[in-house]
């Protein structure tokens, strides 16, 4: 475990707090790589997982669980499972994970190293979690581990009163960690946001991104002037 423990002070270094850094310490992410890249564990780089994707970076995605301020009967939805390494710290920190991977073959890895090794209460989909058909529900917390270019209205739409989602907002090569808290009585709209480190994340997939369609919509319609 000599890999985990460089992680770990690495985290550490990085400002986590304990409670995050306990969850890093109870999974292994050498189980979550391929074999390949045991090198590479400790480090806290993105790792190559299949389908031209990566990992996320280890600092970031710890700064991001953090800021979703999980409790342990949060619910959480989490929007790219990925290795389902970030998966299985979501478990050990939250009652229940939903989690969602556009990309079906990445999803039924995933799913099969977290229920291997062991970590319960989480549910895996596959499919665009921006245009998503199941009966999903409300949660306390929503991860996007995925750039988006606007604000996920369908996403944030999912938030429980009170409750938190993150995700990195910006356009390709840069974005911002950007933090919604859905405080009904807020005075005005963006009293609800604050924003954090600045990160690079692969595009969602989805209206919200930059993939699948040429232009993003503003969030809001221009005013029409006389």
Sequence with gaps: MKDQTRLLKTLKEAGIGQA???????????KFFDPIFAGRVAS??????????????AVILARMIAHLSLRKKSRVLEVGTGSGYSTAVLT????????IEYFEDLARAAKSRVIGEGYTGARFFTGDATDF??????????????????????LINTVKPGGIAVFPMGMAHQQQITR????????????????YDLCSFDS?????????????PP????IQRP
């Design 133 to 154: 058909d199941g009966p999903l529900g409300e949660f306390d917390a929503v991860l996007v581990t995925a750039a988006c270019a606007r604000t996920p209205y369908f």
């Design 92 to 99: 050990r920190l939250a009652q229940e994970v939903v989690t």
């Design 20 to 30: 995050v850094l306990n969850a890093f310490a109870d999974v292994d992410r050498l």
């Design 44 to 57: 806290p780089a993105p790792i190559p997982i299949g389908s031209g994707q990566s990992s996320d970076d």
């Design 219 to 222: 969030d809001h319609e221009p």
């Design 180 to 195: 919604f808290t859905n405080d009904p009585d807020a005075r005005k709209p963006g009293d609800n946001y604050r924003f």
């Design 204 to 216: 969602i997939r989805g209206v919200y991104g930059w993939v699948d369609i040429e232009e993003p």
